[in-house]
Structure formats: C-alpha cells, structure tokens
C-alpha cells in the first residue's frame, strides 16, 4: 500500500508530454543543451514526489540514474563541441 507522506505535487499533463518528448530527443541523440537542463528538471520534480511517497525507493534510484546520464551525456556533447572549436 502507498500512501503520501509529502506534500509534492504530480507532474503536470505538460509536463508528462514534454518529458516523453524530450526522453525521445535523448534516444536519438537530438537533445540540446537548454532541453537537457530542462529534462532534468522535470526529472528532479518526479524524484522529490516519488521520495515522498513510501515504497517508491526503486522509483527515486530510477530516477536518479536516468539524470545522472543525462548529465553525463550533455558534458559529452560540450566536450565533442569544445573539441570541434580548437
């Protein structure tokens, strides 16, 4: 049984649809910088609701990996971008 323990709020609809954009534009290398700060921030609201709610442990490490990677995928395009400029 899940109960709320926290006060966060769900993801808005606009949310949930621009994150499944954005996820798609990870999957196929097409993310830029600005969206990726974005997608982390929508994914950083979904991890602070999940680690409100009891029994959602696996959830929040989900999510904390998938924006781990997002961030290592961005500091790979900025250093591929760097390296194009020298």
């Known amino acids: 049984m899940t109960t709320t323990t926290g006060t966060m709020p769900p993801l808005t609809d606009e949310e949930i649809q621009r994150r499944s954009i954005l996820i798609s534009k990870l999957k196929e290398e097409t993310i830029n910088h600005t969206e990726g700060r974005e997608l982390i921030s929508i994914l ?15 959830l929040a490490f989900a999510i904390s990996s998938l924006i781990s990677y997002v961030i290592e ?11 194009e400029e020298e």
């Open 44 to 58: 950083e609201k979904e991890k602070q609701k999940a680690l409100t709610e009891e029994d959602n442990g696996r």
């Open 73 to 83: 995928y961005l500091e790979s395009q900025s250093e591929i971008i760097s390296k």
